[in-house]
């Protein structure tokens, strides 16, 4: 019997497309976020998917999944949140993935779509979003409700893992260190570094081709890369969390939203988004056995599974 958490390896991405536009908008409280716009040749045009990264994540890491919204007849808008890929970084060592509270990416996302997607695609308009991305869009539902026809939240950050190391005692510690005032404190030592982190040891993907390429994505002086989270990311986390379920939060929530998880995620805690589904008014969840958490980099038996669930759940799109 084979061993199904190592899976038959993908093809070779095809190489990087080019967007339409990019370039970087200055946020109201003064963040320099770098944008990318892709537009679709094909006819007719079904809108736009507004996609939001994870942590540690940049538009680059997305260029396999853009050219398959766009092959689908999508226009695409994107951007690097603050605090890391080529945005702007928010401490003073900018390796280290920080954030103080997640009204931050709320003004990230309010900003991009009214400057950037709003004037440059076209409309219904989608969001797709990943991990943190999926609990930043999570966050600014409500605002969103009348520009968003449709959500799909891949392995959404509703919680750690049990098998995240110190998962139990993080939230309580960030918390502490943050009212210390040593919040810009890494979490761990280590580094996000493909010597640090060989394929076999990883939580993100079972296909080698995609994360030897993700991999090396940062180039040499791993511009885009992150180490790990600081306690203020944390703790923003863990508050974030909290409030998205609030009873209150929940009900503002309008936007008919697909969750999908990932059966073998060890990273964030598949059954949070689960319960959190079934409790909002328009939401619907699937999980998708076998994967790892990162399934628009997963290999194609567990990546296509996903890529068909968007296109079942956001009107006018096609299976083929």
């Not at 899976?7 to 497309?17: C, D, L």
């Not at 076209?122 to 999926?134: D, N």
Request: net charge neutral; hydrophobic share 40%.
């Amino acid at each position: 019997m084979s061993d199904p958490s190592v899976s038959i390896p993908s093809p070779a991405p095809a190489p990087m497309i080019a967007p339409d536009k990019t370039g970087y908008e200055t946020t109201p409280d003064g963040y320099r976020l770098r944008f990318a716009v892709f537009r679709s040749l094909k006819r007719p045009n079904k809108g736009t998917i507004v996609l939001l990264h994870g942590r540690n994540e940049a538009i680059e890491k997305y260029d396999e999944t853009i050219a398959d919204f766009i092959a689908a007849g999508f226009d695409v808008g994107t951007f690097d949140w603050r605090g890391q890929g080529k945005s702007d970084r928010l401490v003073a060592n900018a390796q280290r993935g920080y954030i103080e509270d997640f009204e931050q990416f709320a003004i990230d996302l309010e900003h991009i779509f009214t400057q950037v997607i709003l004037p440059e695609t076209r409309a219904p308009f989608f969001m797709v979003g990943h991990s943190m991305g999926g609990l930043a869009a999570l966050y600014a539902a409500p605002r969103m409700a009348n520009r968003i026809r449709r959500m799909v939240l891949s392995a959404p950050l509703l919680g750690l893992h049990e098998d995240v190391p110190s998962a139990t005692i993080l939230a309580p510690a960030s918390k502490a260190l943050c009212f210390l005032g040593l919040g810009a404190m890494p979490v761990s030592r280590g580094s996000d570094g493909i010597a640090e982190n060989p394929f076999l040891n990883n939580r993100l993907t079972t296909d080698p081709v995609r994360y030897a390429r993700n991999q090396t994505l940062g180039g040499p002086q791993g511009v885009l890369n992150l180490g790990p989270p600081t306690f203020a990311w944390l703790n923003a986390t863990y508050r974030a969390i909290e409030y998205v379920t609030r009873i209150e939060h929940m009900a503002r929530l309008h936007i008919p939203t697909l969750m999908v998880t990932a059966g073998a995620d060890t990273v964030v805690e598949s059954l949070a988004s689960e319960n959190y589904a079934r409790n909002l008014r328009s939401g619907a969840h699937l999980t998708i056995d076998g994967a790892r958490h990162e399934l628009m980099q997963e290999a194609d038996v567990y990546r296509d599974q996903f890529m068909a669930a968007v296109h079942a759940f956001i009107p006018g799109t096609s299976l083929s």
